[in-house]
């Protein structure tokens, strides 16, 4: 079994049995989750921001770290890989969107990212079948290539998927 750890705003798609896709830490960050049974392969973008206009060069050099610019690029990585690049055949799911460190909801950079990943989700005909977002606290995730199980984990609470 390969861990392929996703850093912060990065991506990845895989379709090895067997292997894992895996980001750490997710507080107002969201991990989009992209599922395809007919290639059995799975993505995944780690999001920390809703929108690349606020540093197009960041953008440009990690596409991963905003919601508009990781999304259609996960899309084309699984493409690539074999999947269909319209909706059809995915499933979804997304982990993250937390209030971490904003006590006050000054930025509200959670809700604000799950409200852009799930409009650019819509773009290209795709609903989010599960979710497990919002709250204060830090969630890590796994995707099982075999399975198509999604485990999360916190410190101090036993893993569940969802």
């Known amino acids: 079994m390969t861990d392929i750890l996703l850093g912060v705003g990065e991506l990845g798609a895989a379709n090895t049995p067997g292997d894992r896709l895996r980001t750490l830490a997710l507080g107002s960050c969201i991990a989009v989750i992209i599922l395809d049974a007919k290639t059995k392969t799975a993505g995944m973008v780690h999001v920390v921001?809703?929108?690349?206009?606020t540093n197009p060069e960041k953008a440009s050099n990690l596409p991963g770290y905003f919601a508009d610019t990781g999304i259609p690029t996960l899309i084309k990585a699984m493409g690539k890989m074999?999947?269909?690049?319209?909706?059809?055949?995915?499933?979804?799911?997304?982990?993250?969107?937390?209030?971490?460190?904003?006590?006050?909801?000054?930025?509200?950079?959670g809700k604000r990212n799950l409200l852009a990943i799930k409009k650019i989700l819509w773009k290209y005909r795709l609903g989010v079948i599960a979710?497990?977002?919002?709250?204060?606290?830090?969630?890590?995730?796994?995707?099982?290539?075999?399975?198509?199980?999604?485990?999360?984990?916190?410190?101090?609470?036993?893993?569940?998927?969802?």
Request: glycine share 16%; net charge neutral.
């Open 131 to 162: 979710e497990d977002v919002g709250g204060n606290i830090s969630r890590s995730v796994a995707v099982d290539l075999g399975t198509g199980k999604i485990k999360i984990s916190t410190p101090g609470r036993d893993e569940w998927e969802i």
């Open 49 to 53: 921001l809703p929108l690349s206009k």
């Open 82 to 109: 074999g999947c269909n690049e319209n909706g059809k055949g995915k499933i979804v799911k997304l982990v993250g969107g937390a209030q971490i460190m904003d006590p006050n909801n000054t930025f509200n950079i």
